[in-house]
């Protein structure tokens, strides 16, 4: 008596997961950014299973993460991040990381650039009144100090104690 055996076939599984991810802004070799506010932002994970979104921003041109620290942005598509150095040029990348755990890197795996422009610090200034060791002053006295080229704000400090730091707090104008 002869058994059929069906012959064993080989089974094809399709991972239904499989999606792609794009990174927005800034573009790839971006320059010219400012350092002191510098938005990521990518486009929707397109397959299914998102868990949530992750990124790394490094200084090194090496296509990982060196730094280890890759960031949760959970559901958000963008990040802005603050006081960048100047004169820096920083590698990021994106990941979709799905349920089961699995990621996927944003641009096929491809980091990208971005260069922040230089930091000029303000130009150094003069105090104008009242005058270094002025006697029988008001009581609220007018301050005045020159312009400064470069400078966004002012802050002073009046302080009792001759230490060279403020122990009072710096006051902003």
Known sequence: QTQYIPEETSRVTIDETAGTLSKVAPTNSATNI??????????????SGLNRYRYCIDT?????????????????KSVTLTNLQGSQTYYWQVQAVLNDNSKVDANDGSWWSFSTKAITPPVAFSKLLPANNAVNQSTTPVLTWQASTGATSYSYCIDTTNNNICDNNWVST
Not at 34 to 47: E, M
Not at 60 to 75: F, K, L, M, P, Q
């Open 34 to 47: 400012d350092p002191a506010s510098v938005t990521l932002s990518w486009n929707s994970y397109t397959g």
């Open 60 to 76: 090194s041109n090496d296509n990982e993460c060196t730094s280890g620290d890759w960031t949760n942005t959970w559901n958000a």
